[in-house]
């Protein structure tokens, strides 16, 4: 190892200055940005996160939920892991000429070897990369030109960056240069066998090598100083996004606490209520299109299109973050919730909150919380929302409920089926929670019905609240009225606590997330809240219930899964266990099911609002439930039950195609 100052030298210095000074400026502006937002701890659970960060940074788990894009992905990023100590190599071999890592000893070679590899599999996924991009064309990556030209440039330069390797290793190997290891290079030794056929001299093919050189150098540092001005952000932000994920239940949003005096605002309306982890999340973004490849609304046509959410407020940061830094206080002419911005009115409330975006995101992007951090905004501060979900307020203000029905009669529906009260029943060892829905909605009661007698066939121990039921809250929050879901909540948990329930089955997922992952951060927390689909298996694997095949025939049945049962508590197996194990059922599978089932469009108050742009979302859903040929489509929650019903009425196919609860499946096959 020699310091020389020749044009290698000179070389280094230059690209260290001039792209180290860039990104440093860059980076500096970018911390900045984020620190305008609020202020959250996300540093406790260590363990945990470097899990999370290993599972989804290190092993690209959820880029490989679409197989061949996620290998070449992968070996894009493994590759840059190991060829970054080529980096550090060719950087210092720059000012301290024949420097080496070989001091490593056996680590050395291994790197070695797996940098050799990595040269050409890098640039055959970049070639994959470029088909994507011009031949096969995926239609989430039709995303316009300014995309298009940023993923090309990267993948061109990478390419080129992997062909400048190959060209400087295989004539290291060539003219024997120091430290080469050239055993451990098979690919380098290859190319090298065909430099020595074509009879060039060592001189001509060390220059070449240290073209090669250069040209990795140049292209190194000039990503170091487009990645902090690009979408390639994500390449430096991912990790650090994953690493501070929220760790609490995926069902729960984030409280508001009313007490606090100092609080001008609730809800976000302006860059700086979002928190500094939102803002990273919007760094975050790849642009890769899959939250809008799953997102129910994006797919019919509608306003919101997650990702073009997150890019409309990465812009909006953009344009006015710099006068907030020097300014906090500073008045900016762009509202972020407007159309300077992109974000309407409209894009906020068209949300169903079922997170099928989030599910989606290969960089950990939590799409539903900001949505409902602006619905917060327009509702509790501006009073703003759809003229229908008015009128909807003022019923759970009013009544309970989000029909305005009278509270007296909630329990009407089992007046004739010996169903306890917790009034008189206060020691139950379950409380069924039967819910709005269950309660007040006529094809719903049928859902509690069944269920009731499913409980008592088993020998369930169990009661009701009756006319003391109150709603959770559930819908309100997610559209924006904290405060009235608050006052809901408070009112339900004081029943809750009045019978000292501890544990809770429900039939509708919403209150089952509900109960089990927000209430304990109001002050509640049971020790078990199980939906009904579960307790059904539990209690068919035990065999407290049997079926049998009361009328002899066969059905198929396309099941759908809930969002709020699935993405939201991964709850996807036992409703299909159950459904299995009846006789008399054949299940078949929609092809978007699971982790990847299409949304009924109820959710996030959707239920309440009309949907007047583009496709309707439930007959989407029940097309593709009807290609099925079903007899039966079943599902486990009353909203979804509505919207597929709706559905296939709608579709002309009521007379042939029924919907029903899983309960009311397995209540119709109870043995006698």
């Avoid at 500096?28 to 202020?39: A, D, E, P, Q, V």
């Avoid at 190194?220 to 994500?234: D, R």
């Avoid at 995926?250 to 001008?264: L, V």
């Avoid at 709020?564 to 197996?573: F, H, Q, T, V």
């Amino acid at each position: 190892m020699e310091f020389k100052a020749d044009i290698r030298f000179f070389f280094t210095i230059a690209c260290i200055l001039i792209a180290g000074t860039s990104a440093g400026l860059a980076f500096k502006r970018l911390w900045s940005l984020m620190m305008l937002g609020k202020k959250e701890d996300l540093f406790s659970n260590i363990p945990e996160r470097l899990a999370v960060f290993t599972k989804n940074v290190l092993g690209q788990k959820k880029l490989f939920k679409d197989f061949w894009p996620g290998l070449q992905h992968a070996i894009i990023f493994w590759g840059f892991i190991i060829i970054t100590v080529g980096t550090a190599e060719h950087t210092i071999e720059g000012l301290f000429h024949g420097f080496s890592f070989s001091f490593l000893g056996p680590v050395y070679k291994v790197i070695v070897l797996l940098q050799d590899v990595f040269h050409p599999l890098i640039f055959l996924a970049c070639l994959f990369g470029l088909y994507r991009r011009f031949i096969k064309v995926p239609k989430r990556l039709d995303s316009g030109k300014e995309h298009r030209n940023d993923a090309v440039l990267i993948l061109v330069l990478t390419a080129s960056l992997m062909v400048a390797n190959m060209v400087t290793f295989a004539g290291y190997v060539f003219v024997e240069h120091a430290h080469i290891f050239s055993e451990w290079r098979p690919v380098s030794s290859f190319l090298s066998s065909l430099i020595a056929a074509s009879g060039m001299s060592k001189e001509f093919v060390l220059n070449i090598a240290y073209a090669g050189w250069a040209l990795h150098m140049a292209i190194v540092f000039y990503f170091l100083h487009y990645i902090p001005n690009s979408k390639h952000l994500h390449v430096i932000s991912a990790g650090p996004n994953f690493l501070f994920s929220r760790l609490d239940k995926k069902g729960a949003f984030k409280t508001i606490d009313f007490e606090d005096e100092t609080a001008t605002s609730f809800g976000v309306s302006k860059v700086q209520d979002f928190t500094w982890k939102d803002i990273l999340d919007v760094y975050s973004c790849t642009a890769c299109g899959r939250c809008n490849e799953f997102c129910p609304t994006a797919t019919t046509g509608k306003a919101l299109q997650p990702m073009k959410l997150i890019e409309d407020i990465k812009h909006h940061l953009f344009k006015v973050g710099d006068e907030l830094v020097k300014n906090p206080e500073a008045a900016v002419k762009e509202s972020l919730i407007g159309p300077d911005s992109g974000i309407t009115e409209e894009t906020i409330w068209d949300c169903t909150s079922c997170r099928a975006c989030v599910e989606a995101c290969p960089v950990g992007i939590e799409h539903v919380d900001k949505i409902v951090d602006m619905r917060r905004n327009l509702v509790m501060m501006e009073g703003k929302m759809p003229p229908e979900l008015q009128s909807t307020m003022k019923n759970w203000e009013n009544q309970s409920n989000p029909w305005g029905m009278s509270q007296d009669t909630r329990d009407e529906w089992c007046k004739d089926m010996n169903v306890p009260r917790a009034a008189d029943h206060p020691n139950a060892e379950y409380l069924f929670y039967v819910g709005c829905a269950g309660s007040f909605n006529e094809r719903n009661k049928k859902v509690s019905t069944a269920t009731v007698k499913i409980l008592q066939r088993a020998g369930i121990d169990f009661a009701i609240l009756g006319k003391e039921e109150l709603c959770n809250g559930e819908t309100a929050r997610r559209a924006g009225n904290e405060y009235l879901a608050k006052q809901m909540i408070d009112a339900n948990i004081n029943v809750l606590k009045k019978y000292n329930v501890k544990k809770i089955i429900t039939s509708c997922p919403h209150c089952f997330n509900t109960l089990g992952s927000e209430y304990p951060d109001f002050g509640y927390e049971a020790e078990e809240v199980v939906h009904h689909a579960d307790f059904i298996q539990r209690l068919l694997k035990e065999k407290r219930i049997t079926l049998s095949d009361v009328n002899g025939e066969v059905q198929k049945v396309a099941y759908h899964d809930s969002c709020y049962l699935g993405r939201y508590n991964d709850i996807y197996e036992s409703p299909r266990e159950a459904l299995k194990a009846t006789p008399g059922v054949d299940l078949v599978e929609m092809p978007r099911n699971r982790t990847q089932g299409l949304c009924c469009g109820a959710g996030g108050a959707r239920m309440w609002m009309e949907e007047d742009t583009g496709k309707r979302i439930n007959h989407e859903r029940v097309e593709e439930a009807l290609d099925t040929k079903p007899d039966v489509i079943a599902a486990g929650c009353p909203f979804c039950q509505v919207m597929l019903e709706d559905g296939v009425t709608e579709k002309g196919e009521a007379d042939k195609v029924e919907v029903k609860d899983i309960a009311e499946i397995i209540a119709s096959r109870l043995d006698v």
